[in-house]
């Protein structure tokens, strides 16, 4: 344990563990034993891969495994490059949102524009119809 306490930097043993980082430095060098609690979480993060160990309580239910993200809304891990396309499509949807946007504003504005058509020709319809009443008397 005192190997993998002194691989990691002192900011990250702070993040997970929340220990000041004089006594992590005291960790470091041997000086002072390394708690249980701090080991507890350690190898929460390294067994079971659960994110809240290095991420914080907000990262409950997320966890690593095989290689894999999991999410608690959802059934199976995320790969790495799934991850990444994530970002790519959070960009396509918002494209998407505009495109849709700006298609009803089009949509809106011929329907409008059929609307005006559409009284025009009623009103020539009944135009006809009285020309065409006035002819027959």
């Not at 609690?37 to 350690?42: E, N, T, V």
């Not at 005006?116 to 119809?129: P, S």
């Given at each position: 344990?005192?190997?993998?306490?002194?691989?990691?930097?002192?900011?990250?043993?702070?993040?997970?563990?929340?220990?000041?980082?004089?006594?992590?430095?005291?960790?470091?060098?041997?000086?002072?034993?390394?708690?249980?609690?701090?080991?507890?979480?350690?190898?929460?993060?390294?067994?079971?891969?659960?994110?809240?160990?290095?991420?914080?309580?907000?990262?409950?239910?997320?966890?690593?495994?095989?290689?894999?993200?999991?999410?608690?809304?959802?059934?199976?891990?995320?790969?790495?490059?799934?991850?990444?396309?994530?970002?790519?499509?959070?960009?396509?949807?918002?494209?998407?949102?505009?495109?849709?946007?700006?298609?009803k504003q089009e949509?809106?504005?011929?329907?409008?524009?059929?609307?005006?058509?559409?009284?025009?020709?009623?009103?020539?319809?009944?135009q006809v119809i009285?020309?065409?009443?006035?002819?027959?008397?």
């Amino acid at each position: 344990m005192e190997d993998f306490i002194k691989s990691i930097s002192i900011q990250e043993i702070e993040k997970i563990t929340g220990e000041k980082p004089e006594k992590i430095k005291r960790w470091k060098k041997g000086i002072t034993k390394v708690p249980e609690s701090a080991i507890r979480w350690l190898l929460k993060l390294y067994i079971n891969g659960e994110a809240c160990g290095l991420l914080g309580e907000d990262w409950e239910d997320f966890y690593f495994k095989d290689t894999l993200f999991y999410v608690p809304e959802w059934r199976r891990g995320f790969t790495s490059h799934e991850i990444r396309a994530l970002f790519w499509k959070c960009q396509l949807v918002s494209s998407l949102d505009r495109e849709i946007k700006s298609l009803k504003q089009e949509v809106d504005k011929q329907n409008n524009e059929i609307e005006k058509l559409e009284i025009r020709v009623n009103f020539y319809r009944q135009q006809v119809i009285l020309v065409f009443k006035d002819k027959i008397r």
